[in-house]
């Protein structure tokens, strides 16, 4: 956040490149999360106070979004669309601690415009390989404490904005197996990793979480497999591989 007592406003930058927040856009309300990196936020620290207040300080505030490294979005003059509210985040250092998260509606009840699908895109890839570079320490605790909701955006087309660190995750504990055919993964990428895709069991178009427990690795075939055929008994062979992965780790 970035106030200017000049032209009494503050101006919010959701910068998706870097992972630590989990801001989000659930409908047309924008859920932003306040400042402090390390320990509990509080609502009175330096411009999260200008921002619970904002109602009453007569302050503007203004919305950029961050989808490519230095490349700023606006996306409109917001307000407070409800009170702020307390949820649980992982700080720099990976520790749980409890944030304060804003809702945030664009003013004048307008619609949030609509975004480019290669913006998307964009800061989805660079978003995985962050996630790729971190340990398996560090990835469990982001994976395990990530949002369950995936964000739904309005593109072209409709998209889901799925969360790194579950994908990521899911790919780690296969460890190249697919986890419906179990044969190894067909090729490697690039990176020389095994080619895998995520697939969300329950899926997202119909509700499903994005979360460790929904999510699993399949190879290419048997994801659009999946989607073609949607069987019964292939979804609860992947649940089972999924309850037994986890269950192994207690």
Request: hydrophobic content about 30%.
């Given at each position: ?80 669309a ?38 998307i ?6 978003r ?19 949002s ?42 690039k ?60």
């Amino acid at each position: 956040m970035r106030r200017s007592l000049r032209t009494n406003s503050l101006v919010l930058v959701s910068d998706h490149t870097k992972a630590l927040y989990e801001d989000r856009w659930e409908g047309d309300v924008f859920h932003y999360t306040g400042m402090g990196r390390i320990g509990d936020q509080k609502l009175d620290f330096q411009q999260n106070k200008t921002l619970a207040e904002s109602s009453t300080n007569g302050v503007d505030i203004y919305l950029f979004e961050v989808f490519r490294e230095n490349e700023y979005v606006f996306m409109g003059q917001v307000e407070l669309a409800g009170q702020p509210y307390q949820g649980e985040q992982l700080d720099i250092e990976n520790n749980l601690r409890l944030v304060w998260i804003f809702p945030l509606r664009l003013k004048g009840n307008t619609k949030p415009i609509e975004i480019p699908q290669e913006w998307i895109e964009a800061k989805n890839q660079y978003r995985e390989q962050k996630a790729k570079k971190l340990s398996d320490e560090e990835l469990n605790a982001r994976a395990k404490h990530a949002s369950k909701k995936a964000v739904k955006r309005s593109t072209s087309t409709t998209s889901y904005e799925r969360d790194p660190y579950v994908s990521e995750y899911a790919k780690r504990w296969a460890n190249g197996i697919c986890q419906l055919c179990d044969k190894e993964a067909p090729f490697k990428d690039k990176n020389g990793n095994p080619y895998l895709e995520t697939h969300h069991i329950e899926w997202l178009s119909r509700g499903g979480d994005d979360t460790i427990e929904n999510t699993i690795a399949l190879c290419p075939n048997c994801h659009k497999k999946m989607h073609i055929l949607d069987r019964k008994s292939d979804v609860e062979k992947l649940k089972k591989r999924v309850r037994d992965h986890l269950l192994s780790l207690m």
